[in-house]
């Protein structure tokens, strides 16, 4: 019998990336991508050797596959990564409940009928946190936390699924921070998050101006770190049960953020601190998100939250691994030569943007 693993959200960021290297780790292994109809000619020609495209939707609780498949899948797969979610910060709550919420809960249904299941690898997101501020350990979930869109609010209700399903399926859930490009190469698929900060800079004030709270850290990672942490929990027999928060351990503040991006882009310190409720005010008015490079409210909240996320369980598979989160400064240089290279490309703009 094949060693299967099920995959969902290929051809996406993290998942085009995760599926080569999760191959590496196992030269038998077989991945059955599943893909949504509309993104299946995409998944073929980007799939690699060791990849079966096979057209699905988390959506329906059969997986949108037919009871032979849906029966063979299950008699063989024995690792489940779940990445497919809806990411944008605006997503509207109907949408973000059917693919996040109800897609998760059916993935986990498949998860229990796989009877050669070795683990389910759930892909969360440190923001399952809310509008909580301070400490947050890799074991809190539900602690009465508000949130700031229905992204945070749908991919807690799913975390809160895969939590009660511990019991019966080995999981380990991963928590990655606000994911950019390659810290080698700088390499990402769209220019939105902090690379909003970039766009705002374009113009002939921008980069003087100082946005988000200096109090604030802003937690980002890079997306080859976020890879190579899942393939290490995957690898990592001891990382079952567990969550971990594959963030920075030791992040930039807003402010920090800001001026290292400035100074690359531009060669310029911002100088004149612009006042949090009067950016997010400002934002509301078409012509001044424009002026801030198509800066979404939903976005800019994100510079003025001041929480720090516990590493303890992650930094435990990471040290047993020989890995570590590269500071931001080690990877600004390459961030910021990506998007100068195709700051004008419209294929990186965010898919709201299209």
């Not at 599926?19 to 780790?25: A, I, K, Q, S, Y």
């Not at 409940?97 to 070795?118: K, M, P, S, Y």
């Not at 809310?130 to 229905?150: P, W």
């Not at 004030?205 to 990672?221: C, E, K, P, Y």
């Amino acid at each position: 019998m094949p060693r299967t693993y099920l995959l969902t959200g290929f051809p996406g960021f993290l998942a085009g990336r995760l599926v080569p290297r999760l191959l590496e780790d196992d030269d038998e292994a077989r991945i059955v991508a599943l893909v949504e109809p509309r993104m299946v000619q995409r998944a073929r020609a980007l799939a690699p050797d060791g990849v079966d495209v096979q057209p699905g939707d988390i959506t329906d609780p059969r997986l949108g596959l037919d009871d032979r498949t849906y029966e063979r899948l299950a008699a063989e797969t024995i690792k489940v990564f779940h990445l497919a979610a809806v990411y944008d910060l605006a997503v509207g709550s109907e949408l973000a409940e059917r693919v996040n919420v109800q897609g998760t809960q059916h993935v986990i249904d498949f998860c229990r009928a796989a009877t050669q299941l070795e683990r389910h690898h759930y892909i969360s997101t440190a923001y399952v946190a809310g509008t909580r501020s301070g400490l947050v350990l890799e074991d809190d979930l539900a602690k009465g936390q508000d949130f700031k869109n229905f992204y945070e609010s749908t991919k807690f209700a799913a975390e809160v699924l895969v939590r009660a399903s511990m019991d019966a399926v080995p999981t380990t859930i991963y928590r990655p921070a606000i994911v950019v490009g390659d810290s080698q190469t700088g390499e990402t698929q769209k220019f939105d998050g902090p690379y909003y900060l970039l766009r705002s800079m374009a113009g002939p004030t921008g980069s003087l101006l100082q946005v988000g709270r200096g109090d604030a850290s802003f937690n980002v990672v890079p997306v080859d770190f976020v890879v190579s942490a899942i393939a290490a929990g995957a690898r990592d027999p001891e990382a079952v049960g567990h969550t971990l928060h594959l963030v920075d351990p030791e992040p930039v503040t807003s402010h920090e953020l800001a001026r290292l991006l400035a100074v690359e882009y531009t060669g310029r310190e911002p100088k004149i601190p612009l006042p949090p409720g009067v950016v997010d005010r400002s934002l509301k008015l078409g012509a001044i998100r424009k002026l801030f490079g198509g800066t979404p409210r939903e976005s800019i909240v994100y510079l003025n939250h001041p929480v720090v996320f516990d590493t303890a369980q992650a930094g435990e598979v990471l040290g047993r691994n020989g890995l570590r989160c590269p500071r931001f400064a080690e990877y600004v240089g390459a961030m910021v030569a990506f998007y100068r290279k195709h700051e004008a490309d419209d294929a990186y703009r965010p898919a709201h943007e299209k």
